[in-house]
């Protein structure tokens, strides 16, 4: 029992090491953008567009030949993301829609198509690996085309839900930072992926239910405070946009470079039915962002896909 306290001791501190290390990467990402004039778009993407916590988990759990944990983060911090995320605060605001570009949609079932293929064809997820950081490229080659007029607005109203203040450093203080936050991201992700591989055969916790429920649900709590800012600040385009750039990172390039170090592994038919899941969201989205606002029915209707995500996971645990 002690032994079990031990470890889910140091699962925690990791996966608090990495989140708050993750919030420095950003913040003096962001500073150095800032710094040097870097456009608005790329300053949108840097803040917004990128998990690193989400990516070192997954991509650690590869590493040390735990794929299920890998896909599982993808795919269930996925699902969580769009369920969890947007049904909390719809309950108790009206949340406005920005529609979401064709461009988006299409690169994001593209990446299912992807990942789809890598559960059903394992020995070939290394090639379905490349494939999607391919198409991580062209979702940033889409989004430069994407750029706005009015962006600057946007990014102002994006550092005023971060409330990042810009110090005075100079260039040498900010790469040290970003380094330095980015090896604490490494070191907290490695001891996460083995203190729940310890904790897996002590209290014998499937490693998909790892994957899929545990640790994404903790990788998701910046995508939750994220949208509650957003909705407060009546910028809830921010919040929309930065969780779609989110999911695209997750299913195309964490996703990929999992893919790649995986090579091969034995796939499962849980890895489907959450796959179903997943796009059965998508699809709901892609109607939902037709349409003026968000709200209770909609939210009733996303507690519903998560329910059915627990029951499906809580059944292998």
Sequence with gaps: MIVIVIWIIIFTGSFLLIYFSADFFIDNLKEFGVKYEFSPFVLGLLILGIDPEESITSIVASINKLPYIALGNVIGNSILSLTLCFALPAFFHKINLKSV?????????????????????????????????????????????????????????????????????????????????????????????????????????????????????????????????????????????????????????????????????????????????????IFGYKILSKRKYMYRRSASILLGFLAVFLFINFLNI
Aim: proline share 0%; with cysteine; charged share 15%.
């Design 101 to 281: 570009t064709n461009s988006y949609f299409i690169i994001i079932f593209l990446s299912l198509l992807s990942i789809l293929l890598g559960i059903f064809f394992s020995n070939l997820i290394m090639v379905f690996g490349i494939a999607s950081i391919f198409l991580y490229l062209i979702y940033l080659k889409v989004s430069l085309k994407e750029i706005r007029a009015d962006e600057k607005a946007n990014l102002s109203e994006t550092l005023d839900i971060f409330k990042v203040t810009e110090k005075q450093k100079t260039s040498i203080q900010l790469i040290i930072y970003i380094f330095l936050s980015l090896f604490l991201i490494i070191i907290g992700g490695e001891f996460l992926i083995i203190s729940a591989e310890n904790l897996m055969k002590l209290s014998r916790i499937s490693e998909t239910f790892f994957g899929f429920v545990i640790i994404s649900f903790l990788t998701n709590v910046e995508e939750l405070t994220l949208v509650f800012k957003s909705i407060k600040k009546k910028s809830l385009a921010i919040g929309l946009g930065g969780m779609i750039g989110k999911i695209i990172w997750n299913l195309c390039f964490t996703f990929g470079i999992s893919g790649i170090i995986i090579i091969h592994y034995n796939s499962n038919l849980l890895l489907f039915y959450n796959w179903i899941l997943l796009v059965g969201l």
